[in-house]
């Protein structure tokens, strides 16, 4: 059975308190409840010792995480440099060849991230970013785990994060995303009473 490691990377402000984040990590453990998960929720604190073993254990970590001026929240940029460089050996080593000393190797990540941009500014050199796409903007987190040796798995994203109405559809696009690239099922679909009910109490706010 996989073994999936959860990550809940939001750090709630004033105009972002986390519902929606909060609420996709709750969606994740339900569309994946065939599996062996762990989880690690930032705000609540963390074992140093006990997230590196986490990630000895996992075989997929998935990080729900907004984003905020173009990077992770600061918790979650913290709990990234203290759990990945805590222990010299643990997720990398030296090697002849500058990121290829990764020791997670056989592992996979997947980012599934909330925007308050509108998808309409990514791709498009007319547009403020330049025609970079959502991992171009994610490119320093994409290089931080794949320098400890894992494998990225396709992004998903959600955008207008804070204006978003349409919530039961970000969730089963969610679900289909899940299902095909954890799952390898698929599956259109798997809005369960149990997701109506997630979606129903969910607010749209990153």
């Known amino acids: 059975m996989k073994k999936i490691l959860l990550i809940n990377g939001h750090e709630p402000f004033k105009k972002a308190q986390g519902k929606l984040n909060q609420n996709f990590f709750k969606h994740m453990e339900v569309v994946l409840k065939n599996f062996e998960i ?15 073993e986490k990630f000895k254990w996992m075989d997929a970590v998935i990080v729900q995480t907004p984003i905020y001026w173009f990077s992770v929240p600061g918790l979650f940029k913290t709990y990234i440099d203290t759990v990945f460089f805590f222990l010299e050996g643990a997720f990398f080593e030296k090697a002849k060849k500058f990121g290829h000393g990764g020791l997670l190797t056989g592992k996979q990540y997947l980012f599934s991230t909330t925007w308050g941009a509108n998808e309409a500014v990514f791709n498009r050199k007319s547009s403020f970013l330049e025609g970079k796409s959502v991992d171009d ?4 987190l994409h290089k931080t785990f794949q320098y400890c040796g894992m494998d990225a798995l396709p992004s998903f994203s959600v955008f207008n994060a804070m204006r978003n109405q349409h919530i039961q559809n970000t969730l089963e ?7 095909h690239h954890i799952n390898q099922s698929k599956e259109k679909s798997t809005f369960t009473k149990e997701l109506a009910q ?4 969910m607010l749209p706010y990153h």
């Open 137 to 140: 903007v994610l490119f320093p």
């Open 198 to 201: 997630i979606a129903k109490g």
């Open 173 to 179: 696009d969610l679900s289909i995303h899940l299902n």
């Open 38 to 52: 762990e989880k690690t929720v930032v705000t609540e604190g963390y074992c140093v010792e006990k997230e590196i």
